[in-house]
Structure formats: structure tokens, C-alpha cells
């Protein structure tokens, strides 16, 4: 049986993302870090998601591999690899912890391409 789940990684490889299946749905958002980051969103239970670093950058620090950024209302982590500056995931922080989200543009278009993309007005919120 095929393995429903998807591997992804920033442009470098530096980061990889499993998740077990495909969303059911994408989000694109008009926020401002969504728009500057051509950020498209998947989102899963944070247990269900493995994030790791390339056993090829195993003696770099893991900190200056997974860098975070916080803004705004501080309601999650954006995280983005320190090397490409790809923007991978975030994690909550105030929002509710049982979801995450994954930037779907780290996926192979293919693997995605069949979900539809729902567009949300996040810079109205
Ligand atoms: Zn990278």
C-alpha cells in the first residue's frame, strides 16, 4: 500500500517536514506575512507532524538551523530554516495547541496540487 503520508523540506534540505497525510484543505491568506512569503498553509495536529534537520547539517546548531520569528499579537511561532530562509511551519504560542500549520509550498506541487485552496481574508482579522 502507498504511504499517504508527504515529505517536504526547505530549498537548501536543511529541514524536512512529515506529515502523515495530505490536508483536507489549504488556506491562502492575504495577511501581510502571508502575502510577502508566498506562504500557502496545511494544517495537522502538532503529534502527528516530524520536523528534522538534515543528518547533513547534524554538527551545524539546531538553533541556527530552525530560526523563529514572532510578531504581531504573539499568537504563534513562524519558523524559517537560518540557512535558506525558507518559511516551513509554525507553532502555536496562544492559539490553540491542538493544530499547527505547514507551509504547503515545501511539498512537491504534484502532491498537493488536487486539494483546493481556500482563500481567507486574514488581513481583515
Ligand atoms: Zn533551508
Known amino acids: 500500500m502507498k504511504d499517504p503520508g508527504?515529505?517536504?523540506?526547505?530549498?537548501?534540505?536543511a529541514i524536512?517536514?512529515?506529515?502523515?497525510?495530505?490536508?483536507?484543505?489549504?488556506?491562502q491568506?492575504?495577511?501581510s506575512h502571508c502575502t510577502k512569503t508566498g506562504w500557502i498553509g496545511g494544517y495537522w495536529r502538532p503529534d502527528?507532524?516530524?520536523?528534522?534537520v538534515s543528518k547533513d547539517r547534524?554538527?551545524?546548531?539546531?538553533?541556527?538551523?530552525?530560526?523563529?520569528?514572532?510578531?504581531?499579537?504573539k499568537t504563534i511561532t513562524v519558523w524559517h530554516c537560518g540557512i535558506c530562509g525558507c518559511p516551513t511551519h509554525w507553532t502555536p504560542i496562544t492559539a490553540p495547541p491542538d493544530r499547527m500549520g505547514?507551509?504547503?509550498?515545501?511539498f512537491g506541487p504534484h502532491e498537493w496540487s488536487h486539494i483546493p485552496v481556500t482563500q481567507v481574508d486574514g488581513a481583515s482579522l
Open 6 to 13: 508527504m515529505k517536504g523540506s526547505c530549498h537548501c534540505g
Open 16 to 27: 524536512y517536514i512529515t506529515v502523515p497525510q495530505p490536508p483536507s484543505g489549504v488556506l
Open 29 to 31: 491568506c492575504n495577511c
Open 48 to 52: 502527528a507532524v516530524t520536523i528534522e
Open 58 to 73: 547534524s554538527n551545524d546548531n539546531r538553533d541556527d538551523i530552525l530560526v523563529p520569528y514572532v510578531q504581531g499579537d
Open 102 to 106: 505547514v507551509n504547503m509550498r515545501i
